[in-house]
């Protein structure tokens, strides 16, 4: 049966006696008569009735977020004791992008589990507003994204930093006049710059060329507008990708220019058809952030203090 507590949460989501009777299968009689004794019992109104449609007063205000945050501790005991009867209470749910789950996780999660070799551990890929989501249901530990989360009972930290550059396929001709600021596989792993030191390139000089950017959802398309804006052109875009290793195959492949994390090339084969280029833009540095509740288990919090710690060393 349902709490009265519940009966206001509906009321306040629906802005509606009528409609939050009909979502709880019960009469609107029964539900204004459950509204009136919790109000008496309180001593206060929890809706202003005046107004249409209905809202909160400052007390139902209060009252609701409250109650959210006893619904929010009472579905973490039941998934913890849940846990416990089926014998998995050592376990963590990761949840990142593609790159993270297959390229970078992986072995810093290895040397993690050989500290805790009794733990479970899950990675789940997606974007990260489906992330968040899972991550405030319980669902996720911890979740690692280019994105800072804000959000009721939430942690943000953040993790590591890296830049966005540019890769052009080598037999494009614009790489003849860019020769001073190209560097080629090695050199960019080395960070061996051209002439000895660091040099960005002028980024106008890629107006004509055609792109490869990634749909809407991914933070780095924001950021690659941004870079060609500010460089007085609108992208010619050939193709748009949903995954950031298809655009940099694809420039391997000849395809056209495209925006990549700078990390990127430590992941994959040596190639000699592609070259990097550095960007002078504040959009072609991005923070990379931990994201868990507030209520986190031991386990996690070790994680990311683990986290931490590795991308202090590197």
Not at 197 to 221: C, M, N, Q, Y
Not at 299 to 313: C, F, G, I, K, P
Request: one cysteine or more; proline letters at 5%; a negative charge.
């Amino acid at each position: 049966m349902l709490s009265y507590r519940e009966y206001i949460l509906a009321i306040s989501r629906c802005r509606s006696f009528s409609k939050a009777a009909e979502k709880l299968h019960i009469s609107q009689p029964w539900l204004s008569a459950a509204v009136k004794k919790t109000e008496q019992e309180l001593g206060l109104p929890l809706f202003d009735r005046s107004t249409t449609p209905i809202s909160l007063t400052e007390a139902g205000r209060y009252y609701v977020e409250q109650v959210e945050k006893i619904g929010h501790i009472e579905e973490e005991m039941e998934r913890r004791f849940a846990e416990m009867r089926a014998g998995s209470g050592r376990r963590l749910r990761i949840g990142s992008s593609m790159f993270f789950c297959t390229y970078v996780l992986p072995e810093l999660l290895t040397d993690f589990r050989g500290m805790h070799p009794d733990i479970q551990i899950t990675l789940a890929e997606g974007e990260a507003e489906n992330l968040a989501e899972k991550l405030q249901k319980g669902d996720l530990d911890l979740m690692i994204e280019v994105e800072e989360v804000k959000g009721r009972q939430l942690v943000t930290v953040p993790w590591a930093s890296e830049e966005v550059i540019v890769a052009v396929p080598k037999r494009d001709p614009i790489n003849r006049k860019l020769e001073e600021y190209a560097y080629d596989f090695d050199a960019f792993l080395k960070r061996d710059f051209p002439g000895g030191r660091r040099k960005t390139v002028p980024f106008s000089l890629f107006a004509d060329e055609e792109f490869l950017i990634l749909s809407e959802g991914h933070d780095i398309r924001g950021r690659s507008l941004a870079i060609c804006r500010r460089a007085g052109f609108e992208p010619r875009v050939k193709l748009q990708l949903t995954q950031m290793m298809t655009a940099y195959y694809l420039v391997c492949e000849g395809q056209g220019v495209a925006f990549l994390r700078s990390t990127i090339p430590e992941f994959v084969a040596p190639t000699d058809s592609v070259l990097f280029y550095e960007l002078d833009d504040p959009a072609a540095v991005r923070s990379i952030y931990l994201t868990y509740r507030e209520n986190a288990e031991p386990l996690t919090l070790d994680l990311v203090r683990y986290l931490q710690e590795s991308a202090a060393e590197d």
